[in-house]
Structure formats: structure tokens, C-alpha cells
């Protein structure tokens, strides 16, 4: 993946925020009571909220793009931006069923049921509100949905059969549930940065191809046999101190970004070689990037790699990386074959006293 496709993905250059505590060894007392502080700060700041639902005149003066209805019939406007109104209550929308594109971004919103009522509903941007779920009835054309930076706990209840593009960035979400393989069969880029995710697990999806979950507490990687057809997997920002986890059923996996860990060893990274495509690595900001043999022993463990942070392999290193794998083989097997050599000497010099033993005259 070049640089240009990095920043595309949602992380180049700029380093994303770490959360706050994430790893600065608070103990679980203060967690919990900076917790019940922010939802406290959280309940004042929706108190002081006054009511202000959506109005039919607002809808008419932000409506724009007028195309034929669904039957071909009559013609209605399809593209709905009321962002930044400080909105409250969007009940009025179940009336308006042709609306398309939606955007209802950065209001007070806690509340988007009534959505369920606009089934020809392709994009919806809900982010910057109050929400607490992303639930809806199932939309049959929806393909992009992001609810970024809202108060959301659970991934239940999104199974939107057309799917391509999930953003759930910044929210509460402790662990994925619910989302049906089965069903998400379009979905191809989930974002879930910015969580309280502990590990991978929970995403049975097949079809994912980018898969974002940085700056969250992940501790371990599981449920990865799942995930055959990930090409581009992002764990930067997180608690990670060994790679164990990743499975040889993941043969489109290219890149990995496991910046900002924990990793101490860079022997670790030969638990990755179970990747058979995987082509760009990212490890610095982990203890082990500070070893003077970094660079070498990571190319040992993962033969396959093209690149390690933002520099390119050279031939020369990768000509020593071989040179060494090949004289550590080497090393390795005469090792064994010295002990197999060692256990058949001490399996004959038992055996030389049996059979003088069974020789001796009785007494």
C-alpha cells in the first residue's frame, strides 16, 4: 500500500489521538470513578438541551436534488442536509419516505427511529449527536452509514443487507455483537476507532476488506480465522504486548498497522509469518522498534515483507536476512541432530549392560 493509500485510509501521517488513561496504569477504582464522572457531566450537559424538533419548514429549505420516485411516476427530492441545527426530535422524517441522502450530523439527537420509515435511503451521516444505538429496522438500499462520535454502546442492529461502508468511530462500544455475517455480506470497510474494544473478536465477516480499530484498549487478537478476506487491518494505538492471534486462513491480508503498542520483542514479529501476502508492516512506537537489529530480524521472521514502517527493504538486507535464516537452519538442524545422536548413544550403553547382565552365570 503506498503513502497515498495510507492517508486515504483514514491513517497517515498524523498521529491519531491516544485515549485518555489508556495505558498510564491508573487502577480500575479511578477508571470507574472517572467513568460515573463523565456520565454525570454527560446527563447535566442533556439537561441544559432545550427541545428543538425538526419543522416542516426547515425540511422544505433543506431539501435539494429533485429525481424521479422509485416507481418512475412523480418526482421528489431525495438529498436532505440538516447538520449543525442543534435538532432534537426528527419524527417529521417518516413522512418524507423518498429521501435518499441524509445528513443529520452534529445535532442533539438521541433518538433516529423514524428513519426506518425512508427505505430508499442510500447514505446517512448521524454523527457528532446523542445517540446511544445505531438500530434500525433493516434498510434494503442503504450502502453508507456513520455514526461517528456519539455515546454508542452496542453494534446489535445493523444488518443492512446492501451495507459497503460501517463508521462507528468514537463511541462506548466495549465488545461486537450482532453483526450477521449472513446478512452484512456487502460491508467491506468497518471503522471502530476510538472504542473500548479489549480484543478483535466479535467480527465474523468474510467480506471485510479494511478494517480500522485504533486507539482502542485491545489486549488480543482473536476471531482473525474468520476474517479471510481482510486485506488492510489497522491496530495502532493499542495494548498489545505479543502477536499471537493471526491465522494462515487471512491469505489476503497486505497490510498491517500495529503502531504505538506494546510489544517488547521484535522476535514477535514471527508469529505474523503465518500471513502469506502480507507485504507492509508497521511497528515503530513499540518497545521492540528501539532494538538495533529491528529492521534484520523482522525481515528474518517475515520473509514476505516489502516494507517496515515507511522504508522500503533493500536488496542488501534482504540478501543478509537469508544469508542468516539460512545459517540459523543450518545450525538448528545439526543441533538436532546431535541430540537424536546423544539420545541413541545413551539408548546403546543401557542396553550393552542388559545384555552382559542376561550372560552372568546364576549364583
Known amino acids: 500500500m503506498s503513502e497515498e493509500e495510507e492517508i486515504v485510509s483514514g491513517e497517515g501521517e498524523e498521529e491519531e489521538t491516544r485515549q485518555v488513561g489508556e495505558d498510564d496504569g491508573e487502577d480500575d477504582d479511578e477508571d470507574l470513578l ?50 449543525e441545527r442543534d435538532i432534537t426530535d426528527i419524527e417529521i422524517l417518516q413522512n418524507f419516505i423518498h429521501l435518499r441522502y441524509v445528513d ?41 452509514a456513520s455514526f461517528s462520535h456519539n455515546r454508542i454502546v452496542t453494534t446489535e442492529g445493523i444488518n443492512h443487507p446492501l451495507l459497503e461502508h460501517l463508521n462507528l468511530n468514537n463511541n462506548k462500544i466495549k465488545e461486537v455483537t450482532g453483526l450477521d455475517p449472513t446478512k452484512l455480506t456487502r460491508l467491506h470497510t468497518l471503522e471502530l476507532r476510538g472504542n473500548k474494544l479489549e480484543s478483535t473478536d466479535g467480527i465474523y465477516l468474510s467480506c471485510i476488506k479494511n478494517l480500522f480499530l485504533a486507539a482502542n484498549v485491545i489486549r488480543r487478537i482473536e476471531g482473525m480465522s474468520r476474517l479471510t478476506g481482510l486485506t488492510t487491518l489497522h491496530l495502532r494505538d493499542n495494548q498489545l504486548e505479543n502477536l499471537e492471534g493471526f491465522s494462515d486462513c487471512q491469505k489476503a491480508l497486505q497490510y498491517l498497522n500495529l503502531r504505538n503498542n506494546l510489544v517488547t520483542s521484535v522476535k514477535e514479529s514471527s508469529k505474523i509469518k503465518v500471513l502469506p501476502m502480507l507485504r507492509a508492516l508497521v511497528l515503530s512506537g513499540n518497545p521492540c522498534a528501539e532494538q538495533d537489529d529491528y529492521r534484520l530480524e523482522t525481515l528474518i521472521g517475515i520473509r514476505t515483507l516489502e516494507r517496515l514502517d515507511k522504508d522500503e527493504y533493500t536488496d542488501e538486507e534482504r540478501t543478509e536476512a537469508e544469508e542468516i535464516a539460512e545459517q540459523r537452519r543450518i545450525e538448528e538442524e545439526e543441533r538436532a541432530n546431535e541430540a537424536e545422536a546423544d539420545a541413541e548413544g545413551e539408548g546403546g550403553t543401557v542396553s550393552d549392560a542388559e545384555d552382559r547382565a542376561s550372560t552372568q552365570p546364576e549364583a
Open 34 to 83: 472517572n467513568g460515573d464522572e463523565e456520565e454525570h457531566v454527560e446527563a447535566e450537559e442533556e439537561e441544559k438541551i432545550p427541545p428543538n424538533p425538526l419543522t416542516e419548514d426547515l425540511v422544505a429549505e433543506s431539501l435539494s436534488l429533485l429525481c424521479k420516485t422509485g416507481d418512475g411516476l412523480a418526482h421528489a427530492y431525495v438529498r436532505l442536509d440538516v447538520h
Open 104 to 144: 443529520i450530523s452534529k445535532n442533539s439527537l438521541k433518538d433516529i427511529t423514524p428513519l426506518s420509515a425512508l427505505t430508499h435511503m442510500l447514505t446517512l451521516k448521524a454523527d457528532e449527536n446523542l445517540l446511544t444505538t445505531a438500530k434500525l429496522d433493516e434498510m434494503p438500499f442503504l450502502q453508507v
